[in-house]
């Protein structure tokens, strides 16, 4: 079983959906989740940063992380055609600086 | 955040020849990390970087293969030794201030090895 489960799509929803995104962990010291969003022939771009459980919110992005069900979201309102990449969660914690990064999950947002 | 420029962006190398990859953060991280990506795959490990140390490498990959520098804490190469096709990939690097921080990615190097 790996340490990061996410499926890896491909996705497909139409422009102005709301859009979930999920990941599931089995390491109980993971403290700091990530979202990266990445473009084809691009490296990861940060999206979402945030610290055990809760929501943050970023404009039309909402990280959500509850630690007891070891799962976390991205939801992406209102989405839009250039929100099509690939999106990565990524986690870590203790004193690990290395990431474990789940599969990538492709969106395709259409017109 | 940080920006991470990467060069080169892309390269086509010669079977048994080497390529050198670097990255230049536009301020201090405490650490660097190289990872490797295959198309359509999530990325893999391939060393952390910390300045004034020996990197620390993966299972899988050895320090003849992939020798890694990090003389400050802005900058760091990655080498790719004695290349075979199967060394075709997309090439990252990654800087973070540490444990506790989150960590910024360069654009990549795409590598394929004729």
């Known amino acids: 079983q790996k340490e990061v489960e996410q499926d890896p799509g491909p996705l497909s929803v139409p422009e102005g959906a709301i859009v979930s995104l999920n990941c599931t962990y089995s390491n109980s010291a993971f403290q700091y989740f990530m979202w990266y969003r990445q473009y084809s022939r691009k490296g990861p771009e940060l999206l979402m940063y945030t610290y055990s459980s809760g929501n943050k919110e970023d404009g039309r992005f909402t990280a959500q992380v509850d630690k007891s069900s070891k799962y976390i979201s991205l939801f992406i309102r209102d989405s839009q055609p250039s929100d099509s990449a690939t999106y990565l969660c990524?986690?870590?914690?203790?004193?690990?600086?290395?990431?474990?990064f789940g599969t990538g999950t492709r969106l395709q947002v259409t017109l | 955040s940080a920006v991470i420029s990467q060069k080169p962006s892309r390269d086509i190398c010669q079977r048994g020849t080497s390529l050198t990859i670097q990255c230049q953060v536009d301020?201090?991280?405490?650490?660097m990390f190289w990872y490797r990506q295959q198309p359509g795959q999530s990325l893999t490990l391939i060393a952390t970087a910390n300045q004034g140390s020996e990197a620390t490498y993966e299972s899988g990959f050895v320090i003849d293969k992939f020798p890694i520098s990090r003389p400050n804490l802005t900058f760091s190469t990655l080498t790719v030794s004695n290349m075979s096709p199967e060394d075709s990939s997309i090439y990252l690097c990654?800087?973070?201030?540490?444990?506790?921080?989150?960590?910024?990615f360069g654009q990549g190097t795409r590598l394929t090895v004729v």
């Open positions: 990524a986690m870590k914690g203790g004193t690990a600086s290395k990431l474990t």
């Open positions: 301020s201090q991280v405490t650490m």
């Open positions: 990654s800087g973070s201030g540490g444990a506790y921080t989150e960590a910024f």
